[in-house]
């Protein structure tokens, strides 16, 4: 069983839609969480971090960890044809072991 | 302002040849990581270093072997390439527990 599961999608929306990104986790040492965003053929880009459990939020996108269910969230409000990529989340725990996702492939379209 | 540099960018290997990919990062970085990536199976953890002196294996180590050669280099070798290694490779680095960065990537192709 992978410590880090995503759904893969792929996920195709509209512009100006919102956006639910999600993945599971197994690990109960995990602690920071993040998402990063990757376009092709180019390397991943932090996208945003969070410690813990809570909400953090930055311009149109919203990152959500619940701890409890072993489960984090990333949306993207008002989506824009740029925010086409893959989507991967990232996670660790205090012994520097970084986990990733499978990456979900997102477009959006004009 | 380099950040994490990755050689070669491509490579094309015989079944059976062995190879190294570098990575090298000037972030002053204590932790290092390479992965592999393949379509619809995001980021796989090969092996990382903690810190300088230390490694320890990740997902899918088998095949792969690492030399962390000082804090800025780390390197991934395959003794023997098989065609399940035609990948992706990508090298990062980061300090504590903050913002991984990722090298640009090598892609090599085992024929």
């Known amino acids: 069983q992978k410590e880090v599961e995503q759904d893969p999608g792929p996920l195709s929306v509209p512009e100006g839609a919102i956006v639910s990104l999600n993945c599971t986790y197994s690990n109960s040492a995990f602690q920071y969480f993040m998402w990063y965003r990757q376009y092709s053929r180019k390397g991943p880009e932090l996208l945003m971090y969070t410690y813990s459990s809570g909400n953090k939020e930055d311009g149109r996108f919203t990152a959500q960890v619940d701890k409890s269910s072993k489960y984090i969230s990333l949306f993207i409000r008002d989506s824009q044809p740029s925010d086409s990529a893959t989507y991967l989340c990232?996670?660790?725990?205090?012994?520097?072991?970084?986990?990733f996702g499978q990456g979900t492939r997102l477009t959006i379209n004009p | 302002n380099a950040g994490v540099t990755q050689t070669p960018k491509f490579q094309v290997l015989k079944t059976g040849q062995s190879m190294t990919l570098q990575c090298a990062q000037d972030m002053n970085h204590n932790s290092m990581y390479w992965y592999r990536q393949d379509p619809g199976m995001g980021l796989r953890l090969i092996y990382y270093s903690a810190s300088e002196g230390t490694t320890d294996k990740g997902e899918v180590p088998n095949g792969y072997n690492v030399s962390r050669l000082n804090k800025r280099e780390f390197s991934l070798r395959l003794e023997s390439a098989a065609p399940s290694q035609t990948s992706v490779y990508f090298c990062?680095?980061?300090?504590?527990?903050?913002?991984?960065?990722f090298g640009q990537g090598t892609r090599l192709t085992v024929v």
């Open positions: 990062a680095s980061r300090i504590g527990y903050t913002e991984a960065f």
């Open positions: 990232a996670m660790s725990g205090r012994a520097q072991k970084l986990v």
